[in-house]
């Protein structure tokens, strides 16, 4: 398949070399004096957690990156793995260009489909989340891979889904489809929301680890968080993901403290997904105003939430970015 990628970030670069290395035409499209930086290719050290493939994977992605969108018949399928603040910037810039290429949104959601209906009809385009990440450190990408959840935004898995998924499976990427997309996208947003918070009052991970009440604490807003969810129509119990958040023992949350702190000490996929944590602050604030404007809106209180206001936006004015940017 022919496969257009815009931007080389962390995600794009990720994807596009699994699906380069299955023997897909991978093109991406980079900003202006980009291309020239990767004349010689992207160094990669992957954790790859696909069966079948090497667990360490170190050497060099001979990706070819464009700075112009080529010949609008060149591709079969768009990826487009941007912040969600900027997806709708995005797509109005590349969609009048891409002739009648599908497109698969690898970003995060909040407000619904209809700003996307309006540039895109929704046959042509599915939703994707992400089971990869890492970070950029002294020109290399250390970065893991596992698997991508998609769903289209009509609701039941489409047939542009299944041909999405099938175009994975060729790459040893498991796929998980879902029925209702975007209240999954919810769910995932909520929990992100909730973390994120109290990461940013931590300074760190590691603080944050460390602070048996700073993971408390965590859990509590993500289950404010969890109940705009709810409140949107969304069984948020459906989703094992949100147990930790929902649980009202005491037992049961202090088996989850331990559990996030070995996680995340202990395993090299979710360090390595969580290693740009720190590094948008513009993202982490969309997040947080997101959840704390929809909660007021549908009447839930949100105390713990709320509480973290202050760090937010003093992280949010200062622009900090802890760690490595992405390209």
Partial sequence: MRVL???????GSIYGWALSASGHRVVHLVRPDRAATLREGMTLDVFDRRKRHKRNFRGVYKLIAVETLPSADNFDLVIVPVKHYALTRTLMEVVPKAGTADFLLLTQNWNGAREIDAILPRTR???GDAKAGGAFSGGMLIATLSALDIGSPVGEPS???EKVADLFATADIETNLHSDMLHYLWVQYAITAGTWAAL???GSMESFLDDRNAIVKALRAGCECLEVVR???VLVSGYPE???FLTNSSLRQEFYVWIMRRMFRHDEYRKRCCAHAFGDPIEIETFYADLISAGHNLGVSMPVMESYAEDIRRFASTGTRHGTNSA
């Fill in 125 to 127: 385009y599915i939703y």
């Fill in 200 to 202: 940013i009052r931590a």
């Fill in 231 to 233: 409140r949107r129509g």
């Fill in 159 to 161: 047939e542009l889904a």
């Fill in 5 to 11: 990628i815009i931007g080389a970030g962390i995600i």
């Fill in 242 to 244: 949100a147990a930790p």
